[in-house]
């Protein structure tokens, strides 16, 4: 994952203008170009029912050049004048307004300052963190630090999921560039626990073969870099945590495997308790559904060759487009 260009969502929040300049040192130490974005709420379609819809560029103008001034006097002190100036100031939500911007820049690192909301909140207003962990598409780095905070511990956590490829290589990458140490952490979650009375989390046969796929799928991910790896069986957002703590790490790295909101609502995401409750910076990679090695004329012959397999069906012929 190379870095290129940073994105760095602000609003009006006591915490803006730390983000922002964290955001702003971040980018200089990655050598890349970074650039502000600021989410306007659309207020001046409420006015449309009492007859000044014909107004409405005027009051766009006018709520766009306001939030611009307040934005400035926030962040003045801490980010350069110039950065302030090509700050982009859009109307809508901000986790859309980040999305479309990122597409537009071709920006490949959004970074949001840290907020912890309820479980009620999230469902009903949303939070930033988790809508632009859901719905970005690029990585998205969510801080929990001061300005000058340095990253000098990199903890990147890994399964055996399809995650586990580019969260490693955002993890390297990160690492080598902030000129960090790197730990590797794999959590084994056994997943249930045996009728004969077995312990949870205890040296099943289920963990010895997680193991062993871990040595050969898993850990030469990281070959060619100083790094130590770290297995671990137990509940995986509590022993990411405490991995976290107890080796004091600044930034944790993981994959974003893109559950569905009604999983969210029953089970609860790793990713999202993470965002929720984990104490240092947090970068969540997302993973895409369609991976390298299964393009869809793969996927096509294999629907073909279970339809052929199906007593009275016909397969159906490819269409070429």
Same mark, same amino acid.
């Given at each position: ?11 009006? $929040? ?9 955001? /702003? ?8 170009? $970074?650039? =502000? ?26 709520? %766009?050049? $306001?939030?611009?001034?307040?934005? +400035? ?15 982009? *100031? ?10 479309? @911007? ?15 909301? $309820?479980?009620?909140?999230? /469902? ?13 598409? @690029? ?51 056994? &997943? %249930? *626990?045996? &009728? ?38 137990? &509940?995986?957002?509590?022993? %990411? ?5 107890? /080796?004091? +790490? ?10 569905? /909101?009604?999983?969210? =609502? ?7 308790? =993470? =965002? ?34 199906? &007593? ?10």
């Amino acid at each position: 994952m190379p870095w290129k260009r940073l994105l760095i969502g602000v609003d009006d $929040s006591p915490e803006a203008a730390a983000n922002a300049a964290l955001g /702003w040192r971040l980018a200089q130490q990655l050598r890349v170009e $970074s650039d =502000l974005v600021h989410a306007v709420r659309e207020y001046w379609i409420t006015f449309a029912e009492e007859g000044l819809v014909e107004h409405a560029a005027e009051f766009q103008l006018a709520i %766009i050049t $306001s939030a611009r001034q307040r934005m +400035a006097a926030a962040l003045g002190p801490h980010v350069p004048e110039d950065m302030i100036r090509r700050m982009i *100031v859009r109307f809508g939500r901000t986790a859309v307004v980040l999305r479309e @911007v990122a597409r537009e820049l071709e920006a490949d690192t959004i970074l949001l300052g840290g907020k912890h909301h $309820s479980m009620l909140n999230r /469902w009903v207003g949303g939070s930033t963190s988790h809508d632009a962990v859901r719905t970005a598409g @690029v990585p998205v780095l969510v801080t929990a630090s001061p300005a000058d905070h340095v990253f000098r511990r990199v903890l990147v956590a890994v399964d055996l999921s399809a995650a586990a490829e580019p969260t490693a290589a955002a993890a390297l990458e990160a690492a080598t560039v902030l000129g960090a140490e790197l730990r590797a952490v794999s959590v084994i979650e056994t &997943p %249930i *626990v045996s &009728p004969t009375g077995t312990a949870p989390f205890a040296r099943t046969p289920f963990y010895e073969i997680a193991e062993r796929e871990l040595q050969r799928r898993v850990w030469p991910l990281f070959e060619g870099r100083s790094v130590t790896t770290v297995i671990h069986a137990g &509940p995986v957002v509590e022993t %990411i945590q405490g991995e976290a703590a107890e /080796w004091g +790490a600044d930034l944790v790295v993981v994959g974003s495997h893109g559950k569905g /909101w009604g999983e969210r =609502l029953l089970l609860g995401s790793v990713t999202e308790r =993470l =965002l929720n409750h984990l104490p240092t910076s947090l970068l969540v990679v997302p993973v895409s559904a369609q991976q390298p090695g299964t393009p869809t004329t793969v996927r096509a012959r294999r629907t073909r060759k279970r339809a052929a397999r199906r &007593p009275g069906r016909k397969p159906k012929r490819a269409t070429r487009k």
